[in-house]
């Protein structure tokens, strides 16, 4: 009775519109409100506060201010090398082999990237994985889900597998950003085609034996060189004939993402693509 008439009341003077929505709606609305008070937006890499009305969330602009995304961010669309993803100039056509892939072919059938390695994504990377801004990871999932659902609806995927950390530097990083970047890719699946994939996530499988140096300020032989054998298999039934997708942050040489791929291929996997949030 009471709330009838506090209802009747509230839509005299026009506050309740809708009454059968207002206590979801207003019960989401006080949260968000709360949560922003409690975390308010940041840019992750200047600090500067983000109007959360301003922008959707999980996206680049909701961990980014508009000053620091002014840096650019240059998602890669056609034309690309239909073997490891290289942004191409527009005149290529759209089914071009770059000329690194013609002289020496990875082992990975295909690479595909979200987005070029240069502006915001330059600092946006190394911020998640080293300054444990994990805000990014939800946003680098989402793209990278996306990709993934453009580039391999067409064919099998039976498993994906996040490139290993060595076990020391997980202990000291606390995460492997390559795994954050996937763990939610199976209710991602769910909630968009409404059925289960038929891939698996596989972090078992392959492991890394070898604590390589950073890659950055080596070139392609030194990258290759510190990367061989860093990898073994360890459950060579569960990859064999197998169609893999590896997925990892940075795409530079391919140092990585070969070798890996080298020793699936050598235990029996079938085929093995790779999926790279950015590449140079
Ligand atoms: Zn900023
Ligand atoms: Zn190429």
Known sequence: MFERKLTHLLRCFKILPNFKTWPVSFLKKSIQGFEQLIYPLKCLKCGTYIDPKLVRPHTMEACFCDICMKDGFFPIETPYCIKCGLKLHQNFSENHVCEACIKKPLKVEKVRAVVEYKGIIKDAIPLFKYSSKLAAAKVFEL??????????????????????????????????????????????????????????????????????????????????????????????????????????????????????????????????????????
Request: overall charge positive; glycine content about 4%; charged content about 25%.
């Open 143 to 280: 793209l990278l889900f996306q990709a993934f659902i453009n580039h391999y609806k067409q064919m099998s995927v039976d498993l994906i597998i996040p490139i290993p950390l060595y076990k020391t530097k997980l202990r000291e990083r606390g995460f492997n950003q390559a795994f954050l970047m996937v763990r939610n890719f199976i209710k991602l699946y769910e909630q968009h085609f409404g059925q289960n994939p038929l891939w698996e996530i596989d972090t078992n499988s392959l492991i890394r034996i070898k604590k390589t140096e950073p890659q950055t300020g080596f070139d392609i032989e030194q990258r290759k060189n510190n990367l061989k054998k860093a990898f073994q298999v360890v459950d060579k039934n569960s990859i064999k004939t197998k169609n893999i997708v590896l997925i990892d942050d940075v795409f530079t040489t391919g140092a990585t993402c070969n070798e890996a791929a080298l020793e699936l291929l050598k235990n029996g996997a079938n085929r093995v693509d790779a999926l790279v949030l950015a590449r140079t």
